[in-house]
Structure formats: C-alpha cells, structure tokens
Antibody
Framework: QVQLQESGPGLLKPSETLSLTCTVS????????WSWIRQPAGKGLEWIGR???????NYSPSLKSRVTMSVDTSKNQFSLNLSSVTAADTAVYYC??????????????WGQGTQVTVSS | DIQMTQSPSSLSASVGDRVTITCRAS??????LNWYQQKPGKAPKLLIY???SLQSGVPSRLSGSGSGTDFTLTISSLQPEDFATYYC?????????FGPGTKVDIK
C-alpha cells in the first residue's frame, strides 16, 4: 500500500522560500504524476502543480512564477519549492499521487499534510 | 482555468436521509470529474473518479453521475461516518481545480 509523507519547515518568514519534500513508501515513484495541493485554514483546496517521474512539470498559472518542483527517483521523493512567500501562502500542504486509467486522473493516495505558517 | 461550483455550500441532514450534492463546471469536462470526502484535520479521501466509478472500499450507498458540465454525488442513506465536507475536482485540463466544498452536518 503506497503511503506519502510530507516533511519540511513549518514556520517561515515573509520573502523566504518554502521547501517541502514528499517521501513515497510502499511502492515505486516511477511512471506516475505527483502533485502538490494546499488548503488554507477553513478554506478549499488549491492545486499547486505536478511533476512526472521524468521531471516534466505542470504548474498552476497563479503560482507558476514562484514554483519549482523536482523529483529524485533514487530516493523515491519529490519536492516543492515556493519562493518569496507571504502570509497568503500559509496553509496545509498535501502531496498526492495521480492515479490513472487511460486518460482519467485522480488524486489518491494523499499524504497526511503539513502545516506551513508564514509570519514575521 | 475551469471554474467549479458546488451547491449547496452546506446542508443539515439526519441519519438515513438521501443526500444529493451538485457540482457544475464552467465548460464541458466530459466525465473528468472526481469526488472527495474530507473530515476535520484529515487529508481528502477519493470517493468517485471519472464521474461515476466508485473507488475501491467506498460504500455503495455513494454514487456519482453526470457528464458535460453538471454532476451529482448522491448518498442514498446517510450514515454517521458520512458527516464531512465533500469536494468535486475536474481532471479535464490543468490547472486542476476543485469546487468550494459542501459541508454535510447533523440536523
């Protein structure tokens, strides 16, 4: 059973770079898309972007200028960097695998989520 | 970007009730529509993918239907463990987008 676990600093100052890693266990990271999704407290879900195991990426246009994703297949990990953070980036950050069948994609499983707070 | 809307934003229901949640896309997305359930402090859980396919392990009292722009999630007989927030999500094109959620609570 594939499991995902996010890790990284929980508290950042404005203008710093958010760096999170998602470690995949119980299965290979290969041949899947892997996404980052965030959720501010009490609000809905926002897709940040995804990376394929070849390194190909798609980012949300609203965050594209600040987002970089990478993958390390040898460690079964993928990562998110979000630069120049502000209080608006405070949220729970989830990593998720994109399950698929033909052209159908869905997010499953998800990591448990990690709280990131941006405050001076 | 494809905008997703849901109605109602919240509802109160009793155990045993039939509950229907509606999701609408701003353009046709065929059946590229997924449903998730989220409980407080937990990650979302996939319920239904491709509009109407039930994820393994999800009770059959849940069902999804629709195509194009209009979709529904139905719970045929609400159980205590179904009180949660439900989100739809389109996988037709990036950026993937979610609906704002529907909170189902106890009447």
């Amino acid at each position: 059973q594939v499991q995902l676990q996010e890790s990284g600093p929980g508290l950042l100052k404005p203008s710093e770079t958010l760096s999170l890693t998602c470690t995949v266990s119980g299965g290979s990271i290969s041949n899947f898309y892997w996404s980052w999704i965030r959720q501010p407290a009490g609000k809905g879900l926002e897709w940040i972007g995804r990376i394929y195991t070849t390194g190909s990426t798609n980012y949300s246009p609203s965050l594209k200028s600040r987002v970089t994703m990478s993958v390390d297949t040898s460690k079964n990990q993928f990562s998110l960097n979000l630069s120049s953070v502000t209080a608006a980036d405070t949220a729970v950050y989830y990593c998720a695998r994109e399950g698929h069948s033909s052209n159908w994609y869905w997010f499953d499983p998800w990591g448990q989520g990690t709280q990131v707070t941006v405050s001076s | 970007d494809i905008q997703m809307t849901q109605s109602p934003s919240s509802l109160s229901a009793s155990v045993g009730d039939r509950v229907t949640i509606t999701c609408r896309a701003s353009q046709s997305i065929s059946s590229y529509l997924n449903w998730y359930q989220q409980k407080p402090g937990k990650a979302p859980k996939l319920l239904i993918y491709a509009g109407s396919s039930l994820q393994s392990g999800v009770p059959s009292r849940l069902s999804g239907s629709g195509s194009g722009t209009d979709f529904t999630l139905t719970i045929s007989s609400l159980q205590p463990e179904d009180f949660a927030t439900y989100y739809c999500q389109q996988s037709y094109s990036t950026p993937f987008t979610f609906g704002p959620g529907t909170k189902v609570d106890i009447k």
